[in-house]
């Protein structure tokens, strides 16, 4: 604590323009400046000023001078907190004093490292260190608010990187313009912002503005050509280098395109607005109801991506993307555009929270990456068991099929054999070859006859020759129908027979049947019929049985001259044709029930066989699965192939569910690790919340701790500064010392006294600043500061002096006083003292006084008692009577004349102190018969009866012995006065009980007298008090005032009881001190004994 | 008991010290009257006195100062009554300390008490 006896402190802030370029601002007291004092008197606002200095590039400086001390530090950080938050880069403190020091921290703290502050002792070094040197300083506020962006760049720029990597389109999407930009412009888009990025760091001759705007450009050109390649066709130039070519991907996502570019070209438009300084109203009006919409658009993206909305999931990955990047042009549109409190408020919470929100999109994209990965593994796995249980379908088809052909092949080489076979003959071959029995689906082998027209009757009578028991068909055996083909194939025998149709039908007659037979006719071939109507020549028969046959055709002379080499040569020999026919149902149950029994089992795969030549579904394995191979939807694996065999033609499809095949387990692998995935994104990101929550609440908590603490410190030193003035405006000298008497406060009074200054006498030993001696002597007085420390309050002695700093000696009285904290232990002493010069200077004018009063007064009183004693006595000569009666009356004046002067010396005396106990032995009843022989004139005169009763055990009292003269000389002289003629006094001096363990006696005086009229009684003890009815006798009216005081003195008390004309009782109980140690008798008392 | 003492009475007032020559004289008394410390110092070199009756305040030299130097000296010192007006604690206290034989207030104080006292010494 300081005490500066400074009577200047007012509230004082000038703030000033200064060239080149700083403001000086004075400070003193509880100052709040806030206008600049410009040149040629204009003013302008500290805010104003500091803004246009900004604008022109300049560093903005401050001079603080603290002119006096401030009162409260407060006061000086709330200026440089206000400066500070408006861009101040520069302060330089000047009159530093231990307040201003103390504001360090606070400045620190305050103006977040950002502001440079140094301390200097004169003005000219600061004003140096402000106008030099002036190297920039990048703002730390700029470099945070840019951490959340870059960050969230990186974590998108990895996961575009990701995908492109592992090939998953879906992925890329998160870079804006999402569906359709290759990662070639996504990676040109970061390293372009982040150039500029590090251009504006470094070199710091852009804007920041630009790092916003390269984005804003490319987004506008980006949703241009997005629209162009709508409104052009999909395969423009542009589309090879902007986008890549996964458009049929989302064939149905046109109209997504479009609209998202439509509204990616109102941002980069609106964003770059701003840049070039077009802040107009539509902005305003426009992008924020579209900013806060977009922004309800992530919220709603990430809700229904986890809710699973979405069947498709790139959309949601769109839609995330989009507002991803939509926060990022919001966040950056933040620091050039137009500031809204909810946008301010939101944004703050992203900037304050950035590093969870980084963690959790980084940890969101891994999880992407990874779902994405193991989705696609999966979904090959599930393709290439599809594909091989379609490789062993279509096998299992052919090799069927060829062995049909194979058996036509082995037939036709049983007809080439001998060229007469006859129908037991083939009958016995088919049966002992187990052909049918070998080749299941297989329903009958045919030989048909190739005849001409001319022939047909012929024929029909050779074939009825051959009718028997066995076959007795052949009695009717007729060909039909005939028409006007010029070439006839009649169906001549089946075994086994009346399978496929009646015996004689002509197969030209079906058109299928008879385009087979020519084809096979004319090439030498197998030949497949495509599928037919088994029952077709069997007109009783109406139910459709499908079915197909091989055909070879049947030449003469094959086995000695060969196969016939040309059409025309195969024309003339032919004379008939081996059909197989064979019924595709059996046939695909058979093959298929050659197939892994799952497959068979396993609904997730279906199995479409079709005829190639008339597309007709001839075998499904799931007949209501069939709907699933139109599904064009990329969740179902289908696989097509062609089966062609001796010109049979058929179309295999294969249609798996996804993840067909793919074990239980590994089926859920990419939801369980995008479950995972999801889960850990949220711990991982509500931990970094939580982290970052609990560091900002500690920082919180300290800051408010520290808070807390200057307000404490601001309460103290506004009470300080309450005892300050307090002690200031003391005339007394104050001092205080802590418990190592070192001096902690020092008054200006004492200063004055002393002759020392505050800040040389605060923290020293206060014996080597302030020396009270023993008046007279060269000892230091310390007893009473050291009683002070030891708790209890002390005084100085009388005669203390104080030794000032230039050697004069003042004369002080007062007292110490120990100094208890709030647990009562005393932690230093604090010294109250006054000059006590002039008090001294008066007490003696008022002791000379009395001396000279007294004597002066007393002189003549002196002669006049002795001259008329000397008459009384006859001296001069005998007297007449009425001489000695005039003689007596004068000495009766002049002795109460005596007696008031000694009264009035006494009540002077009491009055000033000069009367204070000094307690000695006094003999009581020594002192009672001094004052009785005193009396004895008047006690005689008035014939008075004086009873003594003195019961005391105490010899001696120790007591002052001229106060206890005084009372009782002045209470028996009272009541003798106030006493008829033959009145009687009692003087009574008893022990009594003791009080507050002290042995006390009572001094009783009674009288018959007068007494005291009740109405006066309480004022008996007041100066000049006379009774009403003794008024016309002698009395000075001071007599119980000085009994009343002296018995005060001596520790006692004085009571009375009185009645008018009856009496007064006076009783006065001091208190009886032991002492031996001396004996001191009454000098007057002993001259009388003698 | 003698009644022929010889007493010095050193007082400054006439009229005061007039009525102590009378009186002690009248009661067969030899006495000299100084009127200040010195001329008590001066009678008290060549004259021997049986009691001095001192005053305290006088001018030249003081009540305090003769006994001051009485008590200082190694010489005989009659017995000092002093006779004084001065009637402050203090002042009886530094008198008695001084060597008095003993202290009167002048005004309270009858000749006939005086003459008693000084016929006892």
């Known amino acids: 604590m300081i005490f500066k006896k400074n009577k200047h402190i007012h509230s004082y802030g000038k703030v000033t323009l200064e060239e080149p370029g700083f403001i000086r601002l004075e400070v003193a007291g509880h100052s709040s400046a806030k206008i600049v004092e410009g040149p040629n008197g204009t003013t302008i606002k500290v805010n104003k000023y500091i803004k246009y200095l900004k604008s022109e590039h300049k560093t903005v400086s401050m001079l603080m001078n603290v002119k006096k001390v401030v009162s409260t530090d407060s006061v000086a950080r709330n200026h440089v907190m206000t400066l500070g938050k408006r861009g101040v880069e520069r302060i330089a403190v000047v009159g530093v004093n231990r307040f201003i020091r103390s504001l360090v921290p606070y400045f620190l703290r305050v103006l977040n490292k950002t502001t440079?502050?140094?301390?200097?002792?004169?003005?000219?070094?600061?004003?140096?260190?402000?106008?030099?040197?002036?190297?920039?300083?990048?703002?730390?506020?700029?470099?945070?608010?840019?951490?959340?962006?870059?960050?969230?760049?990186?974590?998108?720029?990895?996961?575009?990187?990701?995908?492109?990597?592992?090939?998953?389109?879906?992925?890329?999407?998160?870079?804006?313009?999402?569906?359709?930009?290759?990662?070639?412009?996504?990676?040109?888009?970061?390293?372009?912002?982040?150039?500029?990025?590090?251009?504006?760091?470094?070199?710091?001759?852009?804007?920041?503005?630009?790092?916003?705007?390269?984005?804003?450009?490319?987004?506008?050109?980006?949703?241009?050509?997005?629209?162009?390649?709508?409104?052009?066709?999909?395969?423009?130039?542009?589309?090879?280098?902007?986008?890549?070519?996964?458009?049929?991907?989302?064939?149905?996502?046109?109209?997504?395109?479009?609209?998202?570019?439509?509204?990616?070209?109102?941002?980069?438009?609106?964003?770059?607005?701003?840049?070039?300084?077009?802040?107009?109203?539509?902005?305003?009006?426009?992008?924020?109801?579209?900013?806060?919409?977009?922004?309800?658009?992530?919220?709603?993206?990430?809700?229904?991506?986890?809710?699973?909305?979405?069947?498709?999931?790139?959309?949601?990955?769109?839609?995330?993307?989009?507002?991803?990047?939509?926060?990022?042009?919001?966040?950056?549109?933040?620091?050039?555009?137009?500031?809204?409190?909810?946008?301010?408020?939101?944004?703050?919470?992203?900037?304050?929270e950035w590093a969870a929100i980084s963690v959790g999109i980084i940890f969101f994209g891994v999880t992407c990456v990874g779902w994405q990965y193991t989705n696609s593994r999966v979904r090959e796995y599930s393709q290439l068991k599809t594909e091989a249980q379609f490789r062993t379908i279509q096998t299992n088809l052919d090799s069927r099929l060829t062995e049909y052909v194979?058996?036509?092949?082995?037939?036709?080489?049983?007809?080439?054999?001998?060229?007469?076979?006859?129908?037991?003959?083939?009958?016995?071959?088919?049966d002992n070859s187990h052909i049918i029995k070998n080749n299941p689906g297989l329903s009958s082998i045919a030989f048909i006859t190739y005849l001409t027209p001319e022939k047909v009757s012929a024929h029909e009578k050779h074939i009825?020759?051959?009718?028997?028991?066995?076959?007795?068909?052949?009695?009717?055996?007729?060909?039909?129908?005939?028409?006007?083909?010029?070439?006839?194939?009649?169906?001549?025998?089946?075994?086994?027979?009346?399978?496929?149709?009646?015996?004689?039908?002509?197969?030209?007659?079906?058109?299928?049947?008879?385009?087979?037979?020519?084809?096979?006719?004319?090439?030498?071939?197998?030949?497949?019929?495509?599928?037919?109507?088994?029952?077709?020549?069997?007109?009783?028969?109406?139910?459709?049985?499908?079915?197909?046959?091989?055909?070879?055709?049947?030449?003469?002379?094959?086995?000695?001259?060969g196969d016939p080499k040309t059409q025309l040569e195969r024309e003339e020999r032919i004379y008939g044709f081996i059909n197989i026919y064979f019924r595709q149902d059996i046939m695909f149950k058979e093959i298929f029930s050659r197939l892994p029994r799952e497959i068979m089992k396993d609904d997730q795969i279906n199995v479409i066989v079709r005829d190639s030549t008339t597309n007709e579904v001839?075998?499904?394995?799931?007949?209501?699965?069939?709907?699933?191979?139109?599904?064009?939807?990329?969740?179902?694996?289908?696989?097509?192939?062609?089966?062609?065999?001796?010109?049979?033609?058929?179309?295999?499809?294969?249609?798996?569910?996804?993840?067909?095949?793919?074990?239980?387990?590994?089926?859920?692998?990419?939801?369980?690790?995008?479950?995972?995935?999801?889960?850990?994104?949220?711990i991982a990101t509500v931990t970094v919340l939580g982290l970052s929550r609990r560091r900002e609440q500690a920082v919180e908590l300290a800051r408010q701790m520290t808070e807390d603490l200057s307000e404490e410190r601001n309460a103290a030193v506004e009470n300080q500064k309450k005892e300050e003035a307090i002690l200031s405006s003391i005339g007394d000298a104050v001092f205080a010392i802590d418990t190592d008497q070192k001096i902690v406060v020092f008054n200006p009074t004492t200063e004055q006294l002393s002759g020392y200054t505050a800040d040389e006498a605060i923290g020293q030993f206060y014996r080597n600043v302030l020396h009270f001696l023993y008046e007279g002597t060269e000892t230091e007085n310390v007893d009473f500061i050291g009683e002070a420390l030891?708790?209890?309050?002390?005084?100085?002695?009388?005669?203390?002096?104080?030794?000032?700093?230039?050697?004069?000696?003042?004369?002080?009285?007062?007292?110490?006083?120990?100094?208890?904290?709030?647990?009562?232990?005393?932690?230093?002493?604090?010294?109250?003292?006054?000059?006590?010069?002039?008090?001294?200077?008066?007490?003696?004018?008022?002791?000379?006084?009395?001396?000279?009063?007294?004597?002066?007064?007393?002189?003549?009183?002196?002669?006049?008692?002795?001259?008329?004693?000397?008459?009384?006595?006859?001296?001069?000569?005998?007297?007449?009577?009425?001489?000695?009666?005039?003689?007596?009356?004068?000495?009766?004046?002049?002795?109460?004349?005596?007696?008031?002067?000694?009264?009035?010396?006494?009540?002077?005396?009491?009055?000033?102190?000069?009367?204070?106990?000094?307690?000695?032995?006094?003999?009581?009843?020594?002192?009672?018969?001094?004052?009785?022989?005193?009396?004895?004139?008047?006690i005689s005169s008035k014939q008075m009866t004086f009873k003594e009763v003195i019961t005391t055990k105490h010899k001696n009292i120790c007591t002052d012995p001229r106060l206890i003269r005084m009372v009782i000389q002045n209470l028996l002289s009272n009541a003798l006065k106030y006493t008829p003629k033959e009145g009687t006094v009692t003087l009574k001096v008893e022990d009594v009980p003791?009080?507050?363990?002290?042995?006390?006696?009572?001094?009783?005086?009674?009288?018959?007298?007068?007494?005291?009229?009740?109405?006066?009684?309480?004022?008996?003890?007041?100066?000049?008090?006379?009774?009403?009815?003794?008024?016309?006798?002698?009395?000075?009216?001071?007599g119980m005032y000085i009994v009343r005081e002296a018995t005060h003195k001596m520790g006692g008390e004085v009571t009375f009881t009185s009645e008018e004309n009856v009496g007064t009782t006076f009783k006065v109980r001091i208190p009886v001190g032991y002492n031996k140690a001396k004996h001191t008798s009454d000098h007057r008392g002993d001259m009388h004994e003698k | 008991m003698k009644n022929d003492k010889k007493v010095l009475i050193v007082e400054d007032e006439r009229p005061l010290a007039h009525a102590l020559e009378m009186k002690l004289t009248s009661e067969g008394m030899m006495t000299s009257v100084a009127?200040?410390?010195?001329?008590?110092?001066?009678?008290?070199?060549?004259?021997?006195?049986?009691?001095?009756?001192?005053?305290?305040?006088?001018?030249?030299?003081?009540?305090?100062?003769?006994?001051?130097?009485?008590?200082?000296?190694?010489?005989?010192?009659?017995?000092?009554?002093?006779?004084?007006?001065?009637?402050?604690?203090?002042?009886?206290?530094?008198?008695?300390?001084l060597g008095a034989k003993d202290y009167f207030v002048k005004a309270e104080t009858p000749l006939a008490k005086i003459v008693e006292y000084i016929k006892n010494i």
């Open chain 2, 35 to 97: 009127r200040n410390g010195e001329e008590c110092l001066e009678l008290l070199k060549e004259n021997t006195y049986d009691v001095i009756l001192l005053d305290m305040m006088m001018p030249v030299m003081d009540g305090f100062q003769v006994l001051q130097k009485l008590h200082n000296s190694n010489k005989d010192v009659p017995p000092i009554v002093v006779l004084s007006n001065l009637s402050m604690r203090e002042d009886e206290e530094r008198i008695l300390a």
């Open chain 1, 464 to 561: 009825r020759s051959l009718a028997s028991s066995e076959y007795p068909e052949y009695k009717a055996y007729k060909v039909f129908p005939l028409d006007s083909a010029n070439h006839i194939y009649s169906l001549t025998y089946s075994e086994p027979k009346n399978i496929n149709g009646v015996f004689g039908y002509n197969l030209a007659s079906s058109q299928k049947r008879n385009t087979a037979l020519t084809a096979a006719l004319k090439s030498g071939k197998v030949q497949a019929s495509g599928t037919i109507d088994l029952n077709e020549s069997q007109y009783r028969n109406n139910n459709t049985l499908l079915g197909s046959f091989f055909t070879v055709p049947l030449y003469r002379h094959s086995s000695t001259q």
């Open chain 1, 994 to 1038: 003791h009080k507050d363990h002290k042995a006390h006696v009572e001094i009783t005086v009674q009288d018959n007298g007068y007494g005291i009229p009740a109405a006066q009684q309480s004022k008996i003890f007041s100066k000049m008090f006379r009774a009403d009815n003794v008024l016309e006798m002698e009395g000075t009216g001071l």
């Open chain 1, 790 to 938: 030891r708790g209890n309050e002390a005084s100085m002695n009388d005669q203390t002096v104080l030794l000032t700093k230039d050697g004069k000696q003042i004369p002080v009285a007062d007292s110490a006083a120990p100094i208890l904290d709030g647990d009562g232990n005393i932690s230093g002493a604090i010294v109250v003292f006054r000059d006590v010069t002039e008090e001294r200077a008066l007490e003696r004018s008022k002791d000379e006084f009395v001396s000279v009063a007294s004597h002066q007064l007393r002189t003549p009183l002196s002669a006049m008692n002795w001259y008329t004693e000397m008459l009384l006595n006859g001296d001069a000569g005998k007297l007449t009577p009425d001489q000695e009666n005039y003689l007596k009356e004068i000495y009766m004046s002049n002795k109460r004349m005596t007696e008031l002067v000694g009264s009035l010396l006494d009540t002077s005396r009491l009055d000033l102190g000069k009367l204070d106990s000094k307690p000695d032995h006094v003999d009581i009843r020594n002192l009672i018969t001094s004052l009785k022989l005193e009396m004895n004139p008047m």
């Open chain 1, 618 to 682: 001839v075998y499904t394995k799931q007949k209501d699965f069939t709907a699933l191979e139109q599904y064009t939807g990329d969740a179902n694996t289908i696989l097509r192939g062609k089966s062609e065999v001796a010109g049979s033609k058929w179309d295999v499809s294969v249609i798996a569910q996804p993840a067909y095949g793919v074990p239980e387990g590994a089926k859920e692998l990419p939801l369980v690790i995008l479950i995972t995935g999801l889960v850990l994104t949220a």
């Open chain 1, 406 to 430: 194979e058996s036509l092949h082995s037939i036709r080489g049983f007809f080439y054999a001998s060229d007469t076979v006859s129908v037991s003959e083939f009958k016995d071959y088919i």
């Open chain 1, 116 to 352: 440079e502050i140094k301390f200097f002792s004169n003005e000219e070094d600061a004003i140096k260190w402000l106008t030099t040197e002036k190297e920039l300083i990048l703002e730390t506020q700029d470099k945070q608010s840019y951490t959340f962006p870059i960050y969230a760049s990186i974590a998108l720029a990895l996961v575009v990187l990701a995908g492109w990597m592992v090939d998953r389109k879906e992925l890329t999407a998160f870079i804006a313009m999402a569906p359709s930009m290759n990662p070639f412009a996504a990676i040109l888009l970061g390293t372009l912002s982040a150039s500029l990025f590090v251009y504006h760091i470094i070199l710091k001759k852009q804007s920041t503005e630009w790092i916003v705007g390269v984005p804003a450009i490319l987004v506008i050109v980006s949703s241009i050509a997005v629209l162009a390649r709508y409104v052009v066709g999909f395969d423009t130039h542009i589309d090879q280098l902007l986008f890549t070519g996964h458009v049929e991907i989302y064939q149905d996502s046109a109209r997504i395109k479009v609209g998202t570019a439509i509204g990616m070209l109102i941002i980069g438009l609106l964003t770059i607005n701003p840049l070039v300084s077009i802040k107009n109203k539509w902005t305003n009006l426009l992008f924020y109801p579209l900013l806060y919409g977009l922004q309800l658009a992530l919220v709603l993206a990430i809700v229904s991506y986890g809710l699973g909305v979405f069947d498709e999931n790139t959309r949601s990955f769109i839609a995330f993307a989009d507002a991803v990047d939509l926060i990022l042009i919001t966040y950056s549109l933040y620091f050039i555009g137009p500031k809204f409190p909810i946008t301010t408020r939101i944004l703050k919470a992203t900037q304050r």
